[in-house]
């Protein structure tokens, strides 16, 4: 039943609420957390794949690939725009 609907279920999101700031919970903190902690594993792993290429026996892959497709399977499409930037 449509009546019967709780903040957290989907159809929330449907009936025009908005789950992120009516429930409290700061999930737009959980996002941004996760978007930042992202960028500076990326940006580490990216500096580290650079030093190890000047080596001869550097890996023939590029690590940062890795943390970028765990978000995306994760996180789903809302995270594409964080891996493409």
Not at 30 to 53: G, P, Y
Request: proline share 8%; charged share 15%; hydrophobic share 50%.
């Amino acid at each position: 039943m449509a009546g019967d609907c709780e903040k957290s279920s989907p159809c929330a999101h449907a009936a025009g609420k908005n789950p992120l700031t009516e429930n409290g919970t700061g999930a737009w903190r959980k996002e941004l957390v996760l978007a930042i902690t992202f960028a500076i594993l990326f940006h580490l792993v990216d500096s580290a794949t650079a030093c190890a290429q000047k080596s001869a026996a550097a890996p023939a892959f590029y690590l940062p690939v890795g943390p970028a497709i765990a978000l995306v399977l994760w996180g789903g499409p809302k995270y594409w725009p964080l891996v493409l930037v």
